[in-house]
């Protein structure tokens, strides 16, 4: 399975580059791989900056320019070399390997979108993402209707719902204030 980490975002929120943003004195994007790593080694990242030459991964820059999640997914799926892609943020530290494993053995394989959902939201940027959904993608970048909601509603999805104790780590950490709220937290 090809894992694709979106590494883009103009990360105003949290006036530095998300994925390397430190928690326990790791940058979120290595909190990612971790998790990653024992299911496949076969990861990307989609990335429009140098700022993750450190890491020995492939780096691919975005296809179509400021298009948000949808066209780092676009550009993910065109890149790939497998039908199933594992699509993750680089903001999210708390994402563990049974979760990602939760959600390969729970993805139906009659869906196109495989994504979590909790009582409060769906979280689109841990999905497993076919590329059959390719041409779905060109046309809302296209037509710039960029909504992550509304392209996962057009294609097959599956939603796997998550309970409610387990919602923290799927948090997406977008502002110095979540961080700190964050480490406070935990600690």
Same mark, same amino acid.
């Given at each position: 399975?090809q894992v ?48 993750? /030459?450190?890491?020995?991964? =492939?780096?691919?820059?975005? #296809?179509?320019?400021? @298009?948000?999640? +949808?066209?780092? %997914?676009?550009? $993910? ?44 939201r769906i ?12 041409p779905v993608?060109?046309?809302?970048? /296209?037509?710039?209707?960029? =909504?992550?909601?509304?392209? #996962?509603?057009?294609? @097959?999805?599956? +939603?796997?719902? %998550?309970?409610? $104790? ?22």
């Amino acid at each position: 399975m090809q894992v694709s980490i979106l590494c883009g975002g103009k990360s105003s929120r949290m006036q530095s580059e998300k994925g390397l943003v430190l928690y326990q004195n790791k940058p979120f994007i290595e909190h990612v791989i971790e998790a990653v790593l024992p299911i496949s080694s076969n990861i990307q990242l989609i990335t429009n900056t140098n700022d993750y /030459d450190y890491l020995a991964y =492939k780096k691919i820059k975005d #296809i179509i320019a400021d @298009k948000g999640p +949808l066209g780092g %997914i676009y550009t $993910a799926l065109v890149h790939s070399e497998t039908e199933m892609n594992l699509i993750l943020s680089c903001d999210i530290p708390l994402i563990s390997t049974e979760i990602i494993l939760e959600l390969i053995e729970k993805h139906g394989t009659n869906f196109d979108v495989s994504v979590f959902k909790d009582n409060d939201r769906i979280h689109p940027l841990i999905g497993i993402y076919a590329t059959t959904v390719i041409p779905v993608l060109k046309k809302a970048i /296209d037509d710039n209707d960029l =909504k992550m909601m509304r392209f #996962i509603s057009n294609v @097959k999805h599956q +939603l796997i719902p %998550i309970p409610n $104790a387990k919602k923290d780590l799927f948090k997406n950490i977008n502002s110095v204030a979540e961080l700190n709220e964050l480490n406070t937290n935990l600690s």
